[in-house]
């Protein structure tokens, strides 16, 4: 009998441990397929995140703002090369583009400037700047900087501001909701509005106009207290602002039934607990994730209304941490954000040779890099070198404060280099409540089950001219239609596009800057009845709040209507130095390259009609007339297939691609017709031509003496448009004082940004220098150094010296 218990034991409690495994499977399958969503999803979706480091963020009126562009995988911000084309922008206060580039990238990184035209009204713009693909997610991931301009060419005493101040107060119940009877963490936020945090006093008060609690922020306008609502109970804060006026706002409403989240940082643990009144969902889940990539999931049962959750930070990524919570339907039904220290840091040491310099003197600053408690890494640098005064201060963002957590969180962050600083336990405490009232879903949990559909891709060869084709008749898009681009001048470019279902078409521009025209054609003897139009590349959707006011204290008159003066001086002296661009280094040949023959007009004898001139010198074109139209057959060099081609084979009976000064052309009447003493050059290709899905019979190729086609008309149906191409690179004016005359020289030197540099590379030994010249400014500068190597490791560094 004993052994008969014996096994019923075994089987026993082989069937408890059975149905305990069954459990444990059914429970973490939901678990591992929202994880496994996540991840796939994340794989194929590559983010990019755009940083851009400008010279200064206070500018006046006709000076240059400096910048380059930083482009990182969003991931492990690692330089990425995805994209070969950003976009920046300066948008006014009505969010309304006042400047626009577009940027050459190469190796994750590119560089451009603005120079601020006197049209500009003072005040506070928004630099932004995007690639192509980043248009398929909301505007809030662009890049977004606030950049300072003071138009002091008009009266001064119009941008002297007496600061009236508004305020607006928001509170934010940790996890999302209140729920009646459970204990919640409420953070708040008082903003006044120039976009600064308020440091106030505020009572929470209820229906009955009992105070609850008494409240104050800990740092730039926010703070957080525990609030358990009463049933049937209505809160509201009274808050007692700097000028003695008083604020009155609503707090939310709190919910009958949901769930109150809370989390607890406890050493190297993070402890989350749930509380629930009146949910019936026995399970939840959790999952923690960073820029789309699974750091831990797990499941808990609720029991007693109460679940908790503890994750390992070790398992946690750098940087802003989303904690999601999903019900067993697996629905989101609480948040937080937690903010993971990077380990990895790119340090940067940089000191001038002196702390104090004369005018007109030599700088030399050496330069090393290394990762944080590690050894010497190169980095890729951006270097400003800029005069502080009361106008001009020391930038409060930077591209480590940037990458790791301002551009996970929503809106303006009033200086985030203070949250990223180590060993500040204030810091630490301040930064949990900036992401309690900033936080938000960097990761859009619809995305998981929504069908994969871009309407933007990703530009990784060139920029890309989008179009779209329609019938002029029914409106509709018209399909497989073959549209060219053509660029006017004497330079030949070329490019074919056949649209899609949509109608869309895309031609991948190669090196194309600066402004320009382009012109676009279907070949309107076979499609005649197309409509062309052509879409900005730059994003019409603004994803940023209202920009802070300006306000430019009386006490700073003196300073504006000096670095007035100075900036005139140095427009007056020294202009012709701000325009001068590196030369570009583009291969000039044609798209077809070497053609089978070049005719140089000047050469022959000129003819005074385009007949003449196709019958008497281009052997390769036989001039035909048939049906009382012009057409040009072009002789077919196939090389050494030529002697088995037939003689009639020997020409080719199609017409070729005529272009004049790189414009199809596709009437031969129109050709002949043509003045031929505008023409300086005449090149053919005798053979077949393709070149995407452009099918030629040879190619008759005319250049002007202007390239502008002069005295001709284009075709009614063709889309000519201005359109500006790539931004040539503008050379930092930065004068040489090496020798006495230059020292000596009258011409003042009124520059308030000694140096710019966006290319400056250390070693692989980690080391780097830069050198340059003071001007005659005296006043503190400031060196400010931000870059990142190409494992990721981002960091900047500052320091200032004197010039006297």
């Not at 890049?143 to 138009?151: C, S």
């Not at 409060?396 to 957590?405: A, V």
Request: negative net charge; hydrophobic residues 35%.
């Amino acid at each position: 009998m004993p052994d008969v218990c014996k096994i019923l034991k075994y089987f026993f409690s082989l069937f408890i441990g059975l149905l305990a495994c069954g459990f444990v499977a059914a429970q973490s399958r939901p678990l591992q397929e929202m994880a496994n969503s996540i991840n796939v999803f994340s794989s194929n979706h590559i983010r990019e995140k755009v940083y851009v480091h400008t010279d200064k963020s206070y500018y006046l009126c006709g000076e240059i703002l400096w910048f380059k562009a930083y482009v990182e995988n969003a991931i492990n911000n690692h330089p990425l090369s995805v994209s070969k084309i950003v976009y920046v922008e300066l948008l006014n206060k009505a969010h309304d583009p006042v400047m626009q580039a577009k940027i050459g990238i190469k190796d994750g990184n590119g560089n451009g400037s603005f120079n601020l035209p006197l049209t500009l009204e003072t005040g506070n713009y928004e630099l932004r700047a995007y690639t192509n693909w980043m248009k398929n997610d909301s505007a809030v991931y662009f890049f977004k900087k606030i950049i300072t301009i003071v138009n002091t060419t008009r009266n001064l005493d119009t941008t002297m501001v007496h600061n009236h101040f508004s305020y607006t107060a928001g509170f934010y119940p940790e996890g999302g909701n209140l729920v009646t009877g459970l204990k919640s963490v409420v953070a708040f936020k008082i903003n006044n509005n120039y976009g600064k945090g308020v440091d106030a006093t505020g009572v929470i008060v209820d229906e009955s106009n009992d105070t609850i609690l008494h409240f104050h922020p800990l740092q730039f306008g926010m703070g957080k207290f525990e609030l358990t609502p009463a049933v049937g109970k209505k809160y509201r804060a009274i808050i007692s602002l700097p000028d003695s006026s008083k604020l009155v706002k609503n707090l939310p409403d709190a919910y009958a039934n949901g769930y109150v989240m809370h989390l607890e940082d406890a050493g190297d643990i993070l402890k989350i607990s749930v509380n629930t009144s009146g949910e019936p969902s026995s399970q939840i889940y959790l999952i923690a994730q960073t820029n789309g990539v699974v750091d831990a999931s797990q499941a808990a049962a609720i029991t007693n209304g109460n679940a908790n959750f503890s994750i390992n930070k070790n398992d946690l990524g750098d940087g802003v941490v989303g904690i999601t919570l999903f019900n067993d339907k697996r629905q989101p039904i609480a948040e937080r954000l937690y903010f993971k220290r990077p380990s990895k840091r790119l340090v940067i040491n940089a000191r001038s040779d002196k702390d104090l310099f004369g005018k007109r003197s030599p700088v030399k600053i050496d330069v090393s890099t290394s990762a944080k408690n590690s050894g010497s890494l190169p980095g890729n640098l951006s270097v400003a070198v800029y005069r502080l005064d009361s106008l001009t201060r020391p930038q409060d963002e930077n591209i480590f404060s940037y990458l790791w957590l301002s551009s996970d969180l929503k809106g303006y962050i009033e200086n985030p280099d203070y949250y990223c600083k180590d060993g500040n336990p204030e810091a630490n405490e301040a930064l949990d409540n900036l992401l309690l009232t900033q936080g938000w879903r960097t990761f859009d949990w619809d995305h998981l089950n929504a069908k994969s559909s871009f309407a933007y891709i990703p530009e990784n060869q060139g920029h890309l001219i989008t179009g779209k084709v329609t019938n002029e008749i029914t409106g509709q898009p018209a399909p497989n239609v073959l549209v060219y681009l053509s660029i006017p001048g004497k330079r030949v470019q070329l490019y074919g596009c056949k649209s899609d279902d949509q109608g869309l078409v895309h031609f991948n521009m190669e090196n194309f800057y600066d402004k320009g025209q382009i012109v676009l054609q279907t070949n309107y003897n076979v499609d005649s009845v197309y409509r062309l139009q052509v879409f900005t590349p730059f994003s019409d959707e603004y994803g940023g709040g209202e920009l802070p006011k300006l306000t430019v204290a009386e006490q700073s008159a003196d300073e504006l209507a000096e670095a007035n003066l100075h900036m005139q001086i140095q427009a007056a002296y020294h202009s012709g130095e701000f325009e001068k661009m590196y030369p570009l280094s583009i291969d000039t040949l044609p798209f077809y390259q070497k053609p089978y023959k070049t005719y140089l007009l000047d050469n022959y004898t000129r003819f005074t009609t385009m007949e003449e001139v196709m019958r008497e010198y281009v052997a390769e074109v036989n001039v035909v007339r048939k049906n009382k139209q012009y057409h040009f057959n072009t002789f077919n060099n196939a090389g050494f297939e030529l002697e088995r081609l037939q003689p009639s084979e020997r020409t080719m009976v199609e017409d070729p691609l005529i272009l004049l000064d790189g414009i199809p052309v596709f009437d031969v009447d129109k050709i002949i017709a043509y003045d031929p003493l505008k023409v300086r050059k005449l090149e053919v290709v005798a053979a077949r031509y393709y070149r995407g899905p452009i099918s030629a019979y040879g190619i008759v190729s005319l250049t002007t003496y202007s390239g502008d086609l002069p005295g001709f008309s284009l075709n009614p149906h063709d889309v000519i448009l201005d359109y500006d191409g790539l931004q040539k690179q503008r050379i930092f004016y930065s004068p040489d004082y090496a020798s006495e005359t230059a020292i000596s020289s009258r011409l003042p030197d009124f520059r308030n940004v000694l140096y710019w540099s966006p290319a400056i590379n250390t070693s692989e030994e980690g080391q780097g220098s830069i050198s340059f010249y003071t001007g005659d400014i005296p006043g503190k500068y400031l060196v400010e150094i931000q870059g990142i190597s190409n494992d990721g490791y981002a960091g900047s560094s500052s320091f200032t010296f004197s010039v006297k």
